[in-house]
C-alpha cells in the first residue's frame, strides 16, 4: 500500500468513525451472536495471497461490528464505563502511525517527556502533592503487580529479588478489604507472596475496610512472626463503589511499616472534581496510587496513570540495563521502562495530552459532575419506589439497588433480580450487569458514559420498571 493508496483507505476510515461516533446509539449495545459464530466466519488458515482492503474493511463491517459490545454506547450502565472521545481517538491514531517504541528517553525523547508532563499534569488534577511522580502503565492490574513487587523488595531490603523468597526467613502478608478487585489476588499470588497470606479484612455496613478489623489483624501477624508488607485500600470498589477510610488505614500503615497503594481504579478520575475531592482524604499519604483514564476520563484504552511518592524504590525493583540498551543520556533522564514490567512501551502520553488540552480540566470535571448528578437522579428514584431498594451509598457515578417486593424470601428476590436483569438487557437497547453485596444479588447502573444524556437514565429507569411488570406477570401466571 503506498502512501496515496493509505490516504484513500484512511479517508473512508475516518468517515466511517465519524458516523458510527453519530449512530452507535441506534445499534444493539450487546451483539446477538452465540460462541463460535464470529469464528465460523473468518477462514481458519491465513491467507497466502495478500487482499485488496477493500475486501478487508467489508470483512470488518460485515463480520466483526456485529460481534462487537458498544462501550461507547450511551445506553451503557454495566462494569464501568470504557470510554474514548474524539481527540482521545484522533491521539490513538498518531501513534499507530508513528509506531515508536517508546521504552528510553533515547528511543523517542518526546513520548517519554511529554509522559512526565502529563503526569504531572494528572497529579495536580487529582490532588496529589509535590513529589509525587507518575509514569502510564496499561492496566490498574499491572501497576498493583508492581505496587506489590514494589513492597515485597523493600520489605525484604531487596532480597526477595536478589536471592529468591525462599531466602527471606520471615513470612510476608498482604492486606485488602473483602471487597477489594481481583487483581490484588492475581497480583499476591504472581508477586510470590502466596494467596494464604492475602489477608481479607472485614467491611462494614457501607462496604467499607473497618481499620480496627485492619489493626487486630496486622496486630496478630506481627504477634505470629509474619512481616506486614503492603496494605491495598480501594477507594471505590467495583462492586459498589465503597470508600475504604486512607487516613485510619494510612495511620496503621506507618505504625506497621507497610506500604500503602490505593486502589482508585474508576473513581480516581471523579478526584478532579472539588467537591469530590474530599471522598479521598488521605490519599496523599499513600506510598502509591492507581488510577484509569481509560475508564472514566475520557481516553481509550489502555491507559493507566500510576503515582508514586519513591521512584527510587520503583528503580530498585525493576531496573535492568543491558549493555544493549545503554546510552550516554541515562544519568540525566528517565527510562521509563525501568518503572515497571515492561520493556517496550506504547506512546500513551499523547492521547492523554490531547484529551486534558481539547476539553480542559473545567471541561473534564463538567463531564464527571454531569455522571454523578444523573446518578443520583437514578437512585432518588430507586429510592422513591416502595418495591425497591438502594443497596449501597452512591458517591461517584454507580447505582446498586434491588427490586424487592414484599414477602418473598431472599433466595426468591435473587432469582426475580436475575430475571428483571435479563428482561432489562434483552432489549439491547442498553446494558447494566450485577453483583452481589452482602451474599444478595443487585443490579448496578453505572453513568459513565461520555454521550449518556438524562433521557438515556430515565430510560433506564422505564425499562427497569417494564421489567418488573413483565416479570411480575411471568411469575404471578
Ligand atoms: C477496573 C478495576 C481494576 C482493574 O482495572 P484494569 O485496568 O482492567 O486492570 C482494579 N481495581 C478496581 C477497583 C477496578 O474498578
Given at each position: 500500500m503506498d502512501p496515496e493508496e493509505f490516504r484513500r483507505h484512511a479517508h473512508a476510515l475516518v468517515d466511517w468513525m465519524a458516523d458510527y461516533q453519530r449512530?452507535?446509539?441506534?445499534?444493539?449495545?450487546?451483539?446477538?451472536v452465540a460462541p463460535g459464530d464470529v469464528r465460523r466466519q473468518v477462514p481458519h488458515a491465513p491467507p497466502d495471497d495478500g487482499e485488496p482492503f477493500e475486501t478487508l474493511f467489508a470483512d470488518f463491517r460485515r463480520v466483526i461490528v456485529p460481534g462487537?459490545?458498544?462501550?461507547?454506547?450511551?445506553?451503557w450502565f454495566a462494569y464501568f464505563p470504557g470510554n474514548n472521545s474524539p481527540p482521545s481517538i484522533l491521539g490513538e491514531m498518531l501513534t499507530a502511525a508513528i509506531g515508536a517504541q517508546c521504552m528510553s528517553w533515547a528511543t523517542s525523547p518526546a513520548a517519554t517527556e511529554l509522559e512526565q508532563v502529563v503526569m504531572d499534569w494528572l497529579r495536580q488534577m487529582i490532588g496529589l502533592p509535590a513529589g509525587y511522580v507518575g509514569v502510564l502503565q496499561d492496566t490498574a492490574s499491572t501497576a498493583t503487580l508492581v505496587a506489590l513487587l514494589t513492597a515485597r523488595e523493600r520489605a525484604t531490603d531487596g532480597v526477595a529479588g536478589a536471592r529468591g523468597l525462599g531466602a527471606v526467613a520471615t513470612p510476608l502478608a498482604v492486606y485488602a478489604s473483602r471487597e477489594a478487585h481481583s487483581s490484588i489476588d492475581k497480583a499476591v499470588k504472581l508477586a510470590g507472596y502466596g494467596l494464604d497470606m492475602l489477608r481479607h479484612i472485614e467491611v462494614d455496613e457501607r462496604y467499607a475496610l473497618r481499620p480496627e478489623a485492619l489493626a487486630r489483624a496486622l496486630e496478630a501477624d506481627r504477634a505470629a512472626g509474619v512481616r506486614p508488607a503492603c496494605v491495598v485500600a480501594s477507594v471505590g470498589t467495583t462492586s459498589s463503589t465503597a470508600i475504604d477510610p486512607l487516613r485510619p488505614i494510612a495511620e496503621l500503615c506507618r505504625r506497621y511499616g507497610a506500604w500503602l497503594h490505593v486502589d482508585a481504579a474508576y473513581a480516581g478520575a471523579a478526584a478532579i472534581v472539588p467537591e469530590l475531592r474530599p471522598l479521598f482524604d488521605g490519599m496523599e499519604e499513600a506510598d502509591s496510587v492507581v488510577f484509569n483514564p481509560h475508564k472514566w476520563l475520557l481516553t481509550n484504552f489502555d491507559c493507566t496513570a500510576y503515582f508514586v511518592r519513591d521512584p527510587a524504590a520503583l528503580l530498585g525493583t525493576f531496573q535492568a540495563t543491558p549493555e544493549y540498551l545503554r546510552t550516554t543520556y541515562d544519568a540525566d533522564v528517565v527510562n521509563f521502562r525501568d518503572w515497571g514490567i515492561q520493556l517496550g512501551r506504547r506512546f500513551r502520553a499523547l492521547k492523554l495530552w490531547f484529551v486534558i488540552r481539547h476539553y480542559g480540566v473545567e471541561g473534564l470535571r463538567a463531564v464527571i459532575r454531569r455522571h454523578v448528578a444523573m446518578a443520583r437522579e437514578f437512585a432518588s428514584w430507586v429510592e422513591a419506589d416502595p418495591d425497591f431498594e438502594l443497596a449501597a451509598p452512591v458517591p461517584f457515578g454507580l447505582v446498586c439497588f434491588r427490586w424487592k417486593p414484599v414477602g418473598r424470601s431472599e433466595a426468591a428476590l435473587d432469582a426475580l433480580n436475575a430475571r428483571l436483569l435479563a428482561a432489562i438487557n434483552g432489549g439491547r437497547e442498553r446494558f447494566l450487569t450485577h453483583t452481589r453485596l452482602g451474599g444478595r444479588y443487585v443490579l448496578r447502573l453505572v453513568v459513565g458514559q461520555r454521550t449518556t444524556e438524562r433521557e438515556h437514565v430515565a430510560a433506564a429507569w422505564e425499562s427497569v420498571r417494564e421489567g418488573v411488570r413483565g416479570v411480575g406477570e411471568a411469575v404471578s401466571s
Amino acid at each position: 500500500m503506498d502512501p496515496e493508496e493509505f490516504r484513500r483507505h484512511a479517508h473512508a476510515l475516518v468517515d466511517w468513525m465519524a458516523d458510527y461516533q453519530r449512530d452507535v446509539g441506534s445499534l444493539p449495545i450487546t451483539p446477538a451472536v452465540a460462541p463460535g459464530d464470529v469464528r465460523r466466519q473468518v477462514p481458519h488458515a491465513p491467507p497466502d495471497d495478500g487482499e485488496p482492503f477493500e475486501t478487508l474493511f467489508a470483512d470488518f463491517r460485515r463480520v466483526i461490528v456485529p460481534g462487537m459490545t458498544h462501550w461507547n454506547h450511551p445506553g451503557w450502565f454495566a462494569y464501568f464505563p470504557g470510554n474514548n472521545s474524539p481527540p482521545s481517538i484522533l491521539g490513538e491514531m498518531l501513534t499507530a502511525a508513528i509506531g515508536a517504541q517508546c521504552m528510553s528517553w533515547a528511543t523517542s525523547p518526546a513520548a517519554t517527556e511529554l509522559e512526565q508532563v502529563v503526569m504531572d499534569w494528572l497529579r495536580q488534577m487529582i490532588g496529589l502533592p509535590a513529589g509525587y511522580v507518575g509514569v502510564l502503565q496499561d492496566t490498574a492490574s499491572t501497576a498493583t503487580l508492581v505496587a506489590l513487587l514494589t513492597a515485597r523488595e523493600r520489605a525484604t531490603d531487596g532480597v526477595a529479588g536478589a536471592r529468591g523468597l525462599g531466602a527471606v526467613a520471615t513470612p510476608l502478608a498482604v492486606y485488602a478489604s473483602r471487597e477489594a478487585h481481583s487483581s490484588i489476588d492475581k497480583a499476591v499470588k504472581l508477586a510470590g507472596y502466596g494467596l494464604d497470606m492475602l489477608r481479607h479484612i472485614e467491611v462494614d455496613e457501607r462496604y467499607a475496610l473497618r481499620p480496627e478489623a485492619l489493626a487486630r489483624a496486622l496486630e496478630a501477624d506481627r504477634a505470629a512472626g509474619v512481616r506486614p508488607a503492603c496494605v491495598v485500600a480501594s477507594v471505590g470498589t467495583t462492586s459498589s463503589t465503597a470508600i475504604d477510610p486512607l487516613r485510619p488505614i494510612a495511620e496503621l500503615c506507618r505504625r506497621y511499616g507497610a506500604w500503602l497503594h490505593v486502589d482508585a481504579a474508576y473513581a480516581g478520575a471523579a478526584a478532579i472534581v472539588p467537591e469530590l475531592r474530599p471522598l479521598f482524604d488521605g490519599m496523599e499519604e499513600a506510598d502509591s496510587v492507581v488510577f484509569n483514564p481509560h475508564k472514566w476520563l475520557l481516553t481509550n484504552f489502555d491507559c493507566t496513570a500510576y503515582f508514586v511518592r519513591d521512584p527510587a524504590a520503583l528503580l530498585g525493583t525493576f531496573q535492568a540495563t543491558p549493555e544493549y540498551l545503554r546510552t550516554t543520556y541515562d544519568a540525566d533522564v528517565v527510562n521509563f521502562r525501568d518503572w515497571g514490567i515492561q520493556l517496550g512501551r506504547r506512546f500513551r502520553a499523547l492521547k492523554l495530552w490531547f484529551v486534558i488540552r481539547h476539553y480542559g480540566v473545567e471541561g473534564l470535571r463538567a463531564v464527571i459532575r454531569r455522571h454523578v448528578a444523573m446518578a443520583r437522579e437514578f437512585a432518588s428514584w430507586v429510592e422513591a419506589d416502595p418495591d425497591f431498594e438502594l443497596a449501597a451509598p452512591v458517591p461517584f457515578g454507580l447505582v446498586c439497588f434491588r427490586w424487592k417486593p414484599v414477602g418473598r424470601s431472599e433466595a426468591a428476590l435473587d432469582a426475580l433480580n436475575a430475571r428483571l436483569l435479563a428482561a432489562i438487557n434483552g432489549g439491547r437497547e442498553r446494558f447494566l450487569t450485577h453483583t452481589r453485596l452482602g451474599g444478595r444479588y443487585v443490579l448496578r447502573l453505572v453513568v459513565g458514559q461520555r454521550t449518556t444524556e438524562r433521557e438515556h437514565v430515565a430510560a433506564a429507569w422505564e425499562s427497569v420498571r417494564e421489567g418488573v411488570r413483565g416479570v411480575g406477570e411471568a411469575v404471578s401466571s
